[in-house]
């Protein structure tokens, strides 16, 4: 198929439609699909680079960070300039995005998605990808994603490995028929300790976005199990998950316990990060201008935009978002990391 | 009756850095507690307190999961390879 022959709008797409499994028909599809993207780190940052090239039409990426000069290493579409700007990864990418493909839509999200902003984010998606960097928010995008009948495709990455598995809610085991419960705190290796090599997040995110292509056509074999990859190891691999009928507690029960989660104050500690971040659910948004007025006095450094504003004092770096979250640098320590929020932007 | 044992990345610290152990078991059971005899570290990770599966791992016998055989008394026989999948915290970023 020539370019000159495609309707204005898909010449762009052409490489792709070529592909008769795909065609024309596919690319409709794509256009026309709402995708949420949680996490926009090493792996969402390939997985939205992917999807934005391919054309699919409406991408939510929601994501609680912002960039660090080792993040580079391996996530796509951020480079120094965006480190310098203090950008959040939501914005910064959505930036680049723009620039790589002005014809879709791209929604930008700071924010961390917990049990209080899920359901209104994913609400009316398509499909949901996985680029979060631990347990529980996967497993409360399983909770989500099994509620409301959204196929969501799960990925992990550390050191030289990878999983991924696609999830149907309904007809496909789900993250808690895999897993049915979270292994305990201290048994799983961080990203400190275990380190990561940029292909086999590029390999993880390839395979998700490539599921994401599927589904939204409704075209192709959807990956039929838990896909592990070790390219250290170069072990590729993929086995079939049992659902035991009936004994999930979540597809066959019903029961969605992150999402039905409740309380304040929220403290994570980030991995890999030395930080902890602060929630607080149902925060009136706060005065980014009004805040560095009032810290100005005690910060030794101060940077603020319209996205956040960084302060450091007394030797933590404390970076604050207009939803009233704070990532708190400079200590793994919840309780510290409350007390200082407490006291520079308030209880 | 030696089994082959592939450790994900994920257990590998605890297994001073090995990507495959060789052991000898008739019972995934067996080789669980073997394991975890042979590299303490593992302790609390590959079997529940009363000695079954875990609920946050996935064992499988020359690719076919053991919850549907017999789950932790699937038998091994010689020159199986098992196959250990924990979950994954990592996204990174």
Redesign the interface.
């Known amino acids: 198929m020539n370019e000159e022959r495609l309707e204005p709008g898909l010449e762009r797409y052409a490489r792709q439609i070529l592909f008769s499994e795909f065609g024309v028909e596919g690319q409709r599809a794509l256009l026309g699909a709402r995708v949420v993207l949680v996490g926009v780190g090493a792996l969402g940052s390939h997985i939205a680079d992917s999807l934005v090239r391919a054309g699919v039409g409406h991408l939510v990426l929601a994501d609680r960070d912002y960039i660090e000069l080792n993040n580079l290493q391996r996530q796509a579409l951020y480079d120094e300039d965006d480190i310098a700007q203090g950008l959040p990864k939501a914005e910064a990418a959505a930036r680049k995005l723009r620039r790589i493909n002005s014809t879709v839509t791209v929604e930008p999200r700071v924010m961390d998605v917990n049990y209080s902003n899920v359901e209104a984010l994913v609400q009316g998606a398509d499909l949901v990808l996985d680029g979060t960097d631990n347990f529980e928010a996967r497993y409360l995008l399983n909770d989500v994603c099994v509620k409301h009948g959204i196929p969501w495709v799960y990925g992990g990455v550390l050191g030289s490995y990878g999983i991924t598995m696609t999830i149907l809610p309904g007809r496909t085991p789900c993250l808690r028929c895999l897993f049915p419960e979270m292994p305990p705190p201290g048994t799983t290796p961080t990203c400190d300790v275990a380190g990561i090599l940029g292909p086999v997040v590029k390999i993880i995110g390839a395979l998700e976005a490539a599921e994401a292509l599927k589904l939204l056509t409704g075209r192709g074999r959807l990956n039929p199990g838990l896909t592990t990859i070790d390219i250290w190891q170069y072990h590729l691999e993929t086995v079939p998950v049992a659902r035991v009928e009936g004994a999930c507690p979540t597809c066959a029960g019903r029961r969605f316990d992150f999402l039905e989660a409740t309380g304040g104050t929220k403290t994570t500690t980030l991995c890999g990060r030395n930080a902890v971040q602060v929630v607080v659910p149902g925060a009136p948004h706060l005065d980014l201008g009004e805040l560095a007025g009032r810290l100005r006095p005690v910060c030794t450094e101060l940077l603020y935009n319209e996205f956040l504003l960084r302060c450091t004092v007394e030797g933590y770096e404390l970076t604050v978002f207009p939803d009233a979250r704070a990532i708190i640098k400079g200590t793994q320590d919840e309780a510290l990391a409350k007390t200082l929020y407490a006291r520079f932007i308030g209880s | 009756m030696p089994v082959t044992v ?1 450790i ?3 257990l ?2 605890a297994v001073e850095g090995l ?1 495959e152990v060789t052991l000898e078991a008739t019972q995934v059971s067996a080789l669980l507690q073997a394991l975890e005899e042979r590299f303490p570290a593992l302790a ?2 590959l079997r529940d307190g009363s000695g079954g599966l ?5 064992v ?1 016998v020359n ?3 053991v ?2 055989v017999r789950g932790a008394e699937t038998p091994l026989a010689d020159g199986d390879v098992v ?1 250990l ?9």
């Open positions: 592939r994900p990345v994920p590998r610290q990507s609390g990770r875990p609920r946050f791992l996935r499988y690719g076919q999961d919850q549907l196959s999948l924990p979950p994954l915290a990592g996204g990174y970023t």
